[in-house]
């Protein structure tokens, strides 16, 4: 009888959907992308990344670019700047981001920043 009770019990539980069978949860899978310094001319603008949706990313400006070239970075609707030799981290969760660089010197060639770009998703 008491096989009967828990036979009951149980196929009650999967008539009223209490009793689920569990999915496995999702593949995460990551990346990394770097974007290495180039060379801009002289009142120069490259774009170096094109607007990318991101799960989950966190983005590494290294600094090691010259002081006067001009990041526009977009980050869904807000635009932010910083310069070559700046270091900066950038996180993103469900978000776009866009980035521009903008050689101010009218006069020579200036280099962009090394920038990592370390992303999961799922």
Request: hydrophobic share 40%; net charge neutral.
């Amino acid at each position: 009888m008491a096989k009967e009770v828990v036979g009951g019990f149980v196929g009650g539980l999967v008539a009223t959907g209490l009793m689920r069978v569990v999915s496995p949860p999702p593949s995460i899978s990551a990346s990394k992308e770097v974007i290495p310094q180039q060379t801009i001319p002289a009142g120069g603008t490259v774009t170096l990344k094109t607007t990318t949706l991101y799960k989950y990313a966190t983005i590494l400006f290294h600094g090691d670019g010259s002081n006067q070239v001009r990041l526009d970075i977009t980050k869904g609707a807000t635009t932010i700047t910083i310069r070559g030799n700046d270091q900066a981290i950038e996180i993103l969760a469900n978000e776009s981001i866009s980035i521009v660089a903008v050689n101010e010197d009218s006069s020579n060639p200036r280099a962009t920043p090394t920038i990592e770009i370390a992303s999961l998703s799922w």
